[in-house]
T-cell receptor, first 115, second 113 residues
Framework: AQKVTQAQTEISVVEKEDVTLDCVYE???????LFWYKQPPSGELVFLIR??????QNEISGRYSWNFQKSTSSFNFTITASQVVDSAVYFC????????????FGQGTELSVKP | DTEVTQTPKHLVMGMTNKKSLKCEQH?????MYWYKQKAKKPPELMFV???????INESVPSRFSPECPNSSLLNLHLHALQPEDSALYLC????????????FGSGTRLTVV
């Protein structure tokens, strides 16, 4: 069965600290996609990144970076020099190709960045 | 236009009311989705439409009735809801069911009284 686990329910940091959000997934498929979404209090799910199972390259986008390790079934997300605007709930999600059509979300990590 | 637009943003309805949620996208996406999200929980899939045909129904109660009149529009008709149906209803679209990338709307916050 497919499953996504975000063990950290809540994280609180002070501005400018680095923070890593953990994501561990389970799937039997060899082809799948992993996502990270940000959900601010307004409710909209903001797409951050998509990774397919064949691309284990780490990615950096500004202050955001992602570490994908198939050996440990993990797809962790790091925010460098956190800012108050980073405060939100972050969801890791899994979708399996070719069945597609369904995102399986982790429980989410609520990040609070204090000034 | 790279948005998914949902209306209304907020809705309060009684248990005997009939109402509809609307979702619209003009990105040429051929798959559209309804998700339900309770407070402090992740979104849960309700329905998937692919090329205007219902392809996934996650055993959703019949008081929720989806409709896809054309490739840009997705409706969710609500009838005889219960207070526990109060939630954030999110619409999303993607280019196809290949999960290339989902675009979510900002949701409708529904309260059933």
């Amino acid at each position: 069965a497919q499953k996504v686990t975000q063990a950290q329910t809540e994280i609180s940091v002070v501005e400018k600290e680095d923070v890593t959000l953990d994501c561990v997934y389970e799937t039997r498929d060899t082809t799948y996609y992993l996502f990270w979404y940000k959900q601010p209090p307004s409710g909209e799910l903001v797409f951050l990144i998509r990774r397919n199972s064949f691309d284990e390259q780490n990615e950096i986008s500004g202050r955001y970076s992602w570490n994908f390790q198939k050996s440990t079934s993990s797809f962790n997300f790091t925010i460098t020099a956190s800012q108050v605007v980073d405060s939100a709930v972050y969801f890791c999600a899994l979708s399996e190709a070719p069945r597609g059509g369904k995102l399986i979300f982790g429980q989410g990590t609520e990040l609070s960045v204090k000034p | 236009d790279t948005e998914v637009t949902q209306t209304p943003k907020h809705l309060v309805m009684g248990m005997t009311n009939k109402k509809s949620l609307k979702c619209e996208q003009h990105m040429g996406h051929r798959a559209m989705y309804w998700y339900k999200q309770k407070a402090k929980k992740p979104p849960e899939l309700m329905f998937v439409y692919s090329y205007e045909k219902l392809s996934i129904n996650e055993s959703v109660p019949s008081r929720f009735s989806p409709e896809c009149p054309n490739s840009s529009l997705l409706n969710l008709h609500l009838h005889a809801l219960q207070p526990e149906d109060s939630a954030l209803y999110l619409c999303a679209s993607s280019q196809g069911r290949d999960t290339y990338g989902y675009t979510f709307g900002s949701g409708t916050r529904l309260t059933v009284v």
